[in-house]
């Protein structure tokens, strides 16, 4: 595994050392864990804007949607056990 070395202020230094006293983990795996957790939140991010990015032209090329309104009921029935109805797309621009 190659090396890469991080710059870290002594205040930080402390910090993450004082965070994993005593819990059976290096300071070195504590800083791994939390690069590796940070990429893919990093990565999440990217392809939900991605996703919405293609949802967007999507709407904008066909001019329909689901309406907040339908949506919101349909969720509120199945999380209350109650059957639903799935929203219909619906036009919103002539």
Known sequence: MPAT???LSAELK???KAVTDGTGR???AFMVEAI???TL???QRRAFVADALKA???VLTTGKAYAFEDVKAYYAAL???KPAR???LRRWRA
């Open 79 to 81: 999380a209350s056990g």
């Open 56 to 58: 967007r032209r999507h």
């Open 26 to 28: 290096s300071p070195h």
């Open 14 to 16: 402390e910090r993450i």
């Open 36 to 38: 590796e957790q940070q």
């Open 5 to 7: 070395t991080l710059k």
């Open 86 to 88: 799935r929203p219909r």
């Open 41 to 43: 939140l990093a990565e």
